[in-house]
T-cell receptor
Framework: AQSVTQLGSHVSVSEGALVLLRCNYS??????LFWYVQYPNQGLQLLLK??????LVKGINGFEAEFKKSETSFHLTKPSAHMSDAAEYFC???????????FGAGTILRVKS | DTEVTQTPKHLVMGMTNKKSLKCEQH?????MYWYKQKAKKPPELMFV???????INESVPSRFSPECPNSSLLNLHLHALQPEDSALYLC??????????????FGPGTRLTVT
């Protein structure tokens, strides 16, 4: 069965600093991987997705993620944090042929001024 | 337009009430989903509809009854809920997976409180 593990339930960075949110996946077959962001009292917004086309994936709002099969990782990065990036971030995995999405526990990002 | 709408935004109901949540999308998606999200937890899949037919039920109690009247609408009928059912209920839609998996687009959710 597929699963994702997000390391760090809370991450705090200073404004302008690098953002690194960690996600490791477990899947017996090549997975599809997603990062979503959720602002308080809102739904989830797709940041980016990995669908085996390219290992470095660029998303919205300056975020990107790199798929590393050898490390079973799909970490999310952003070179310079903005105050508006403060939110909860979820990594999710899905089988290649299917529509069942499994989410990690989430990481709350705090951006300090 | 990548919008999924949900109504109502907030709902308070007693344990003996019957209410419904509504979800709508106009992206031509043929897969629609209901998720339940408790505070400080990730969304948990409840139901999946594919081409207006129920394809996945994640062992959800029968007090939750989904319905897909057409390809754009998804309802969740609620009856005799318990206080522990209080949560954010999220609807999502996607293209129907065939030879690949597609991203899901989420609505803003309905915040349900059962008293």
């Amino acid at each position: 069965a597929q699963s994702v593990t997000q390391l760090g339930s809370h991450v705090s960075v200073s404004e302008g600093a690098l953002v690194l949110l960690r996600c490791n996946y477990s899947s017996s077959v090549p997975p599809y991987l997603f990062w979503y962001v959720q602002y308080p009292n809102q739904g989830l917004q797709l940041l980016l997705k990995y669908t085996s086309a390219a290992t470095l994936v660029k998303g919205i709002n300056g975020f990107e993620a790199e798929f590393k099969k050898s490390e079973t990782s799909f970490h999310l990065t952003k070179p310079s944090a903005h105050m508006s990036d403060a939110a909860e971030y979820f990594c999710a995995v899905s089988l290649k042929y299917g529509n069942k999405l499994v989410f990690g526990a989430g990481t709350i990002l705090r951006v300090k001024s | 337009d990548t919008e999924v709408t949900q109504t109502p935004k907030h709902l308070v109901m007693g344990m003996t009430n019957k209410k419904s949540l509504k979800c709508e999308q106009h992206m031509g998606h043929r897969a629609m989903y209901w998720y339940k999200q408790k505070a400080k937890k990730p969304p948990e899949l409840m139901f999946v509809y594919s081409y207006e037919k129920l394809s996945i039920n994640e062992s959800v109690p029968s007090r939750f009854s989904p319905e897909c009247p057409n390809s754009s609408l998804l309802n969740l009928h609620l009856h005799a809920l318990q206080p522990e059912d209080s949560a954010l209920y999220l609807c999502a839609s996607s293209q129907e997976p065939g030879l690949k998996t597609y991203e899901q687009y989420f609505g803003p959710g309905t915040r349900l409180t059962v008293t």
